[in-house]
């Protein structure tokens, strides 16, 4: 037995696909072949088949989803669909008389030309495996991939879709993404907000220290634990910079965001604690002498008088 | 209403309420097939006894934005009754003054924690329904965990008190009596400790509002203390009556983590 199919079937197949050759012009004239009683059943198979598959997906989908989680759902539910669709073609076309020998040889010879053709999409379903199995985030979490930040929508074979904060739909191939750094900003349960003070080089910054660590103890959705931290940064050129980091749950952290700068603000208007804006000094001759300044009418009065 | 704190306020069609219990500052209005609810929260100056004054006009209320209000329907003929419960989350406690358990060392804490109002129907021909629920005191939020999972909580600070006096009692806080055994060979720090509210019993008499007791026996190493909840008046609450259910039902003992602390100093930079 020749470990290659026949060549003329296989011509005549790629003919097929190429839509060259009508399919009735196939040899062994299969057409001729089925009665009535085989079209009947086949047809059948198709007709119940099909409404079945999607049954089963959609199940699975959903039992998947609700006992384990969206992304399980999603990923069992699609293989389930093209399982099922693989099983009704093959099995169709053995009630209809097709041998599936040299349909699957016809079928490697195309898969050279079309593996060349779509290396690209490969690359995108084995780097949606790795995704799969390695779940840096799951449906509907949010993530950052470059300057793109949404919700996961689905993690497919060939993409992932977001949608983005902004309301725009985002489709990014699984290979970039396991390519790129992904943020998941919503993996832990808690996170920081970071807000960063400048005030000015008079202010004493134990006394500042004390006011931040108060406001925030104040505020009901900044957490008491981990606790609140003020960092002295920096002496920059006009102030002296703090970070002032506060914790809250993934879902307040916009809230917080919000209210705890507003809350700096007034308190640092109400203890009277200077936001300072850039600022700098000029000397002239000396660094400990005042720039001089003259009024003009003086100076008129003096030529005057002169 | 029962000792002037809790149970049914029978409020007419045009009608008005004020509620104060601690900080909480509630206004309630009866409008038609409607009941109009506003909580404020006076935080600087908690209120040591509870009062509820009724009004024929909504000035009675106070002058609140009507956006501020919350609006349930409800019918005419059901009243509405106010019932106390226990904070909706575990409540971490922090004493102001940490102490330690010496190994097979034992303590009785007494711990007090603000209530919650719960404001709830009450029909002859229908079942309670729960409307709202307001703290009485305004808690800040704090995480009860690791940084990657755990639980949210409110945050309290206590005197942790080994005795009972006279001014541990007030209507809007319930007394929770607390017994940690160490049973470990090391001392015990307790500088925060979790209380699942969720499986507390209230009893309540006069001004004071007590508490199941909890027992906490420490045993060192990660997997927690065993936790027992009686579900019985405590000794030292003498003659009580039932005030509320617990919001779950306890289970006879469990594991959990009680003890520790989450330092975030690691975590800064």
Avoid at chain 1, 65 to 90: E, N, P
Avoid at chain 1, 114 to 135: C, D, H, P, R, Y
Avoid at chain 2, 184 to 212: H, M
Wanted: contains cysteine; charged residues 20%; glycine residues 8%.
């Amino acid at each position: 037995m020749s470990l290659f199919p026949d060549p003329t079937l296989v011509a005549a197949v790629v003919a097929v696909f190429l839509q060259e050759v009508p399919v009735a012009d196939l040899p062994g004239q299969i057409w001729e072949r089925i009665d009535w009683a085989t079209g009947l059943r086949s047809g059948a198979m198709v007709v119940l088949g099909v409404p079945l598959i999607f049954f089963l997906s959609r199940f699975t989908r959903t039992w998947a989803t609700t006992r384990i989680s969206a992304q399980v759902g999603l990923v069992t539910g699609k293989l389930v669909f093209y399982a099922g669709a693989a099983t009704l073609v093959v099995t169709t076309m053995v009630e209809l008389g097709f041998s599936l020998t040299p349909l699957l040889g016809a079928a490697g010879v195309v898969g050279i030309a079309l593996g060349f053709a779509s290396q690209t999409s490969v690359s995108n379903i084995i780097a949606g495996l790795f995704l799969i199995a390695e779940q840096p985030f799951v449906v509907d979490d949010i993530i950052q991939v470059g300057d793109v930040t949404g919700r996961v929508l689905t993690v497919d074979t060939m993409s992932v879709k977001l949608r983005t904060l902004d309301n725009r739909f985002v489709r990014i191939p699984n290979e970039t993404l396991v390519k790129s750094t992904v943020i998941n900003i919503t993996r832990f349960p808690i996170r920081r907000l970071d807000v960063r003070i400048g005030v000015a080089y008079k202010e004493n910054p134990q006394r500042v220290r004390e006011v931040l660590l108060d406001v925030a103890d104040t505020n009901p959705i900044a957490l008491m634990e981990p606790e609140p931290l003020v960092i002295f940064d920096a002496f920059a050129d006009s102030s002296l910079n703090l970070l002032f980091a506060v914790w809250t749950t993934r879902e307040n952290w916009l809230e917080l965001k919000n209210s705890i700068q507003e809350e700096v603000k007034l308190r640092f208007d109400e203890e009277g604690i200077e936001i300072p804006f850039p600022h700098r000094s000029l000397y002239v001759g000396s660094e400990s002498e005042a720039f001089p300044i003259r009024i003009v009418s003086d100076v008129v009065e003096e030529s005057e008088a002169d | 209403m029962s000792a002037g704190t809790w149970g049914g306020l029978a409020l007419g069609v045009g009608e008005s309420a004020v509620y104060r219990l601690g900080e909480l500052s509630l206004r309630l209005r009866r409008r038609h097939e409607e009941v109009w609810m506003h909580a404020g929260h006076e935080v600087s100056t908690p209120i040591e006894t509870a009062s509820v004054s009724i009004g024929q006009s909504d000035e009675a209320a106070g002058d609140v934005s009507s956006e501020a209000w919350i609006r349930w329907a409800v019918p005419e003929g059901e009243d509405l009754e106010l019932q106390p419960v226990l904070p909706d989350r575990p409540v971490v406690v922090s004493p102001e003054q940490p102490f330690f358990l010496p190994p097979e060392g034992r303590a009785r804490v007494f711990v007090r924690i603000p209530l919650f109002v719960k404001v709830q129907t009450s029909g002859e021909a229908t079942e309670a329904s729960t409307l709202e629920e307001f703290p009485s005191v305004v808690l800040s939020d704090t995480w009860w965990g690791s940084f990657t999972e755990g639980d949210l909580g409110y945050w309290l600070e206590t005197r942790a008190r080994r005795e009972i006096t006279p001014e541990l009692y007030s209507p809007h806080l319930a007394v929770c009596p607390f017994v940690l055994v160490n049973r470990s060979d090391q001392p015990l720090p307790v500088e925060r400790f979790a209380v699942r509210v969720a499986y507390l019993t209230l009893f309540g008499r006069g001004q004071a509002v007590w508490t199941d007791e909890v027992q906490v026996r420490y045993s060192g190493g990660p997997e927690g203390s065993e936790i027992h909840y009686t579900g019985k008046v405590p000794e030292d609450a003498g003659d009580v009556a039932p005030l509320a259910t617990s919001r779950e039902p306890a289970p006879r003992g469990f594991n959990a983590r009680t003890f520790g602390r989450l330092k975030a100093r690691m975590a800064a930079l």
